[in-house]
């Protein structure tokens, strides 16, 4: 079966044609970086606007990449949430017309449900039952996954999400949008442990997360670190970005490999777009070795928001008979229980 999986729901407009759930032929990402880098975030108004002038040529790039037409496919895959609205609407719509063009059946797909899923695109994906960390700029989340389809949160965040606090401690660092990249850059310049910033473990034995007192504590520290030379004295920008990233590392590794312990599986994926962060990669591999434990990274490109994981996703869906109709419609927020599945 051949899906194209298409992706609207934040800054990127993505497409990606993916043979049975496995194999990706292409996947074709236009970042808005450009558009929204000036106004230090996303502007959703803007981030609509640039889906309706990318998505057919981003489509288009897509099944040419591919070397196929749409007749070639079996079906159409598109995210309708968690995500800004107007952004969704844009992807769902030009599915729609899609199918409505070619009677192949649509699938609506969860876009965390695809971040999880991203690992399939590898060439040796995990077993199940696993657990996933899914950390991207909207999302901070564990899962316990127990098949296609089968995803009990376990924990999530109560405020920030962990790359939203990379972009923000960056601007607020004068380093740019998005953060996570200039930050993880500058921090390999700098000490982790010259600035004690707080980590939130919360209770014992919560699995949930909560990192908007570790962006006021940056913020702080930044102030006091403009004003008074003593402060700058103690540490540099880099110490200071180094400092953030291991709190947020630390509380990311701790949380997941409790979640492993506590549902006994043997393996852990990492995805969404702070999956990338290198630092996060190597304390995640470190702890998860000495507990003989599996590590699962995608590639970076499958990391960051990218059609081809909406197409694996879409693709279990249509196996399973899920199929949605023209009255299909987008939700910005879409808890990923809403689409436990029996399979
Ligand atoms: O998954 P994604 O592309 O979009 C969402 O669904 O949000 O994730 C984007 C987020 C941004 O907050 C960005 O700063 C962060 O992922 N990010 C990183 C790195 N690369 C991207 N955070 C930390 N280190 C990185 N290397
Ligand atoms: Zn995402």
């Known amino acids: ?52 002038r990318n998505i057919m040529p981003v489509v288009e790039a ?7 037409q749409l007749t070639d496919l079996d079906g159409i895959a598109v995210t309708t949430g968690p995500g800004l609205v107007g952004a969704l609407l844009v992807g769902l719509y030009y599915a729609k017309g899609l199918t409505w063009v070619s009677g192949l059946p649509l699938a609506a797909v969860n876009h965390l449900e695809g971040h999880i899923l991203s690992i399939f695109l590898e060439e040796s994906p ?21 098949g296609f ?16 606090a990379f972009d923000k401690v960056a601007k607020i660092s004068g380093l740019g949008y998005p953060g996570g990249v200039a930050i993880e850059k ?26 908007s007192g570790l962006k006021t504590a940056v913020a702080l520290y930044m102030k006091k670190w403009q004003e008074d030379p003593a402060t700058r004295d103690e540490s540099t920008l880099a110490d200071i970005a180094a400092s953030f990233q291991e709190s947020v590392v630390d509380v990311l590794v701790h949380k997941v490999m409790t979640a492993r312990q506590k549902t006994g599986v043997g393996s852990v994926v990492l995805a969404g777009g ?29 990391c960051t928001d990218n059609g081809a994981m909406i197409a694996v996703a879409g693709y279990h869906r249509l196996l399973r008979g899920e199929t949605a109709d023209m009255a299909a419609d987008v939700r910005s927020k879409f808890p990923i229980d809403a689409i436990r599945s029996d399979t």
């Open 1 to 52: 079966m051949i899906i194209l999986g298409i992706d609207t729901s934040c800054d990127d407009t993505s497409a990606g044609v993916v043979v049975d759930g496995r194999k990706a032929l292409s996947n074709v990402v236009h970042s808005q970086v450009e558009v929204h880098h000036r106004h230090g975030g996303v502007v959703p108004e803007l981030a609509s606007r640039e889906h309706i």
């Open 274 to 302: 702070v999956a990338c962060n290198r630092r996060l990669r190597e304390r995640l591999s470190k702890a998860a070795e000495k507990e003989n434990v599996r590590v699962y990274f995608p590639r970076p490109a499958y």
């Open 186 to 211: 500058m921090a390999k310049e700098g000490s982790h442990d010259r600035v004690p910033f707080p980590r939130a473990y919360m209770h014992k034995d919560s699995l949930d997360f909560s990192f």
């Open 149 to 164: 389809g089968r995803y009990t949160l376990m924990g999530q965040t109560l405020d920030d999400a962990a790359g939203e």
């Open 62 to 68: 897509s099944l040419s990449r591919a070397n196929l």
């Open 126 to 146: 995990p077993p199940f039952p696993f657990v996933a960390l899914t950390v991207s700029g909207g999302h901070t989340s564990i899962y316990h996954v127990q």
